[in-house]
């Protein structure tokens, strides 16, 4: 102790080094390795070597434009969909939950207890051909006798949409539970009516949340292949299923590496931007 | 004729009034509506883990049974998953959250120069979609040399799981910490205590709280992980991969029956906390 003592501007460093170490190594380090392999050529037979192949990247695009598409148009919708369910529901525990709120939270983060895939699987049951809400849906017309869920993008959706609800309720409960209900009085007492007061002050307040929100659902739904594979069929895939199936099937390192590079740098990008579209201290709160 | 006039004009009233009820009410419909949804899935994990599936697959009501419980590792390979997962869990939580303490630590008690890069460092894996972190590390692992020193299997499953919970360790940390009264310290200090005996009698009892939460979310995110342990796991088998390989030939009831169980403990936990929470509440009211 003497020594951190005499060193006291050394502390912080000392504190940080074993965790940002092992970030390096785990988790900068094998971005690195990635790249590299990106821009390799060869095939699984005689081994890949680095050529500075930027034709994997040309091929990553132009062959697999349609997945990259569906990614971020099923990732939007889940957003926006996510986005429109819990904003009421959040609103509700925050301003008319009580001493009750953390119970009724409970429901929010409920999802998260039954592991991904078994949630996923869950939907399966209920969307499935034989299932409640196909046999509903043909009984009232909205679908033919023949017509089914499974297999379609509203199933790919759905699942995506349900999976990563609690990232999008749990920051908007946050930044809604945080709003001074003064405020809101004071907007009615000068005379606001009850939904201007709503859209000029609450909402407002509770950008951050949405920001947050909507980051923490689009991200992870961009990138996910379990929701595509298990409700849909092949042509509801995602960049993600062709980036699982070219690592760990057809052991294609190349055509994989490039295509999680093209998924990172454009989700890097949406998100610089719309960081700069909102203000950058909402995002980092 | 009055008599009916009358009726008439009660039943407008009461229509009038049950048209006031929901539209007073019209969020509290949405919200149980909503929570009923969240739950949906849910109700149908449990109630098919009670099922007696016709066939391989569990997909359509056959008829009550408790077989799936009393026999829950009937199924060849399920055991052994869990216990997996629960090893690499419990591993995964306590160093991460041991990494993650100093992270938080160095962030909210000192000014330094790497603030900013670090903070993005600590952002950038929750920002980073699960595929490209479970990819690029089976490019890590997958190296000729590095594989002649390490193979896939247990480690560098345990490797992936601390790098992706730090993160959340050190977010659950920092947000205590940023609360914490220093003068608690200082006093101690004051009072002759060195500073580990600071550290050891003061700040952690009281970060404590925190620790413990770190711990369980690192333990409740690294047991659901499924797209980072199948880039990395190798032949290892834990419970998401189990889910995922019988999945395709038609997941058995035992797999509902593990992810109640998995439910219902996390759920009474959660509950047991929040009860206690609003007693404290109360009491503190009451003083």
Partial sequence: MGFLHRHRGLTPYLLLAPGLLYLGVFFAVPLGFLLYQSLESGNFDVGYSFTWAWGNYWHAIRGYSSQFARSFEYAGLATVLALLFSYPLAYWIAFRGGKWRNLFLLFIVAPFFVTYLIRTLAWETILADQGPVVRFLRDIGILGSGGRLLATSVAVVAGLTYNFLPFMALPLYVSLEQIDQRLIEAAQDLYASKWKAFLRVTVPLSLPGVVAGTLLTFIPAAGDFINAELLGSTNQHMIGNVIQSKFLELIDYPAAASMSFVLMATILLGVALYARAVGTEKLTG | ?287
């Fill in chain 2, 1 to 287: 004729m009055s008599a009916i006039a009358v009726s008439a004009a009660r039943r407008s009233q009461d229509l009038a009034a049950a048209w006031a009820f929901v539209r007073r009410h019209v969020l509290t419909v949405y919200a149980m509506l909503g929570f009923a949804y969240l739950m949906l899935p849910i109700g149908f994990v449990i109630a098919f883990s009670f099922n007696h599936p016709q066939g391989r697959f569990n997909y359509v009501w056959n008829g009550f049974t408790f077989d799936n419980w009393k026999h829950w590792d009937g199924v060849p390979g399920l055991r052994s998953a869990l216990v997996l997962s629960i090893e690499i869990g419990l591993l995964a939580s306590l160093l991460a959250t041991a990494l993650g303490t100093l992270i938080a630590l160095a962030l909210v008690r000192y000014r330094f120069r790497a603030r900013g890069a670090t903070n993005i460092l600590i952002f950038l894996p929750l920002s980073t979609p699960e595929i490209v972190l479970g990819a690029s590390l089976l490019t890590l692992f997958g190296n000729r040399q590095i594989s002649n020193v390490i193979q896939l299997g247990f480690w560098t499953i345990l490797i992936a799981h601390v790098m992706f919970c730090i993160s959340f360790a050190v977010v659950t940390i920092k947000a205590r910490l940023i609360g914490f009264d220093r003068h608690l310290e200082e006093a101690a200090m004051d009072l002759g205590a060195n500073e580990w005996a600071t550290f050891t009698k003061v700040t952690l009892p009281l970060i404590a709280p925190a620790i413990l939460a770190s711990m369980l979310l690192c333990f409740a995110v690294s047991v659901d992980d499924f797209v980072v342990t199948y880039f990395n796991a190798g032949p290892r088998v834990t419970f998401p991969v189990f889910v995922w390989n019988s999945a395709r030939v038609g997941a058995p009831p035992q797999v509902n029956v593990i992810g109640s169980v998995i439910f219902i403990v996390a759920v009474t936990g959660m509950v047991a906390n929040v009860l206690v929470q609003i007693r404290r509440q109360r009491s503190a009211a009451t003083v």
